[in-house]
């Protein structure tokens, strides 16, 4: 079992920066690996970013490579998203998940889910 919340969301004008953290409670974290998933008013939610219960593999959605990075501080239980050189199409709230096992981009392999953070990136 674990528990997600997101933080750090906000309003940012294009070209600018947000990170987003999703701490976990749970004293199995480290077994779990994260996906970051966005959804926008009206659209499916989209996958946006892994990683690896080690952080040692990472994986991103074509659409935010070279812009986001996913970290994560297992002694910290938190996960991290870096988004840099934001984009208006970014906006969306955007959710940690969890799961056992390895990552996937799938978002009905994910157990447990935070509640999700605004973004809004204003041109």
């Known amino acids: 079992q674990v528990q997600l919340v997101e933080s750090g969301g906000g309003l940012v004008q294009a070209g600018g920066s947000l990170r987003l953290s999703c701490a976990a409670s749970?004293?199995?974290?480290?077994?779990?690996?994260v996906g970051w998933f966005r959804q926008a008013p009206g659209k499916e939610r989209e996958f946006v970013a892994a990683?690896?219960?080690?952080?040692?593999?990472?994986t991103y959605a074509d659409s935010v490579k070279g812009r986001f990075t996913i970290s994560r501080d297992n002694a910290k239980n938190t996960v991290y998203l870096q988004m840099n050189s934001l984009k208006p199409e970014d906006t969306a709230v955007y959710y940690c998940?969890?799961?056992?096992?390895?990552?996937?981009?799938?978002?009905?392999?994910?157990?447990?889910w935070g509640q999700g953070t605004q973004v809004t990136v204003s041109s």
């Open positions: 998940a969890a799961k056992g096992a390895g990552y996937s981009r799938v978002y009905r392999a994910y157990d447990y």
């Open positions: 749970g004293r199995t974290f480290s077994y779990y690996a």
């Open positions: 990683i690896s219960s080690s952080g040692g593999s990472t």
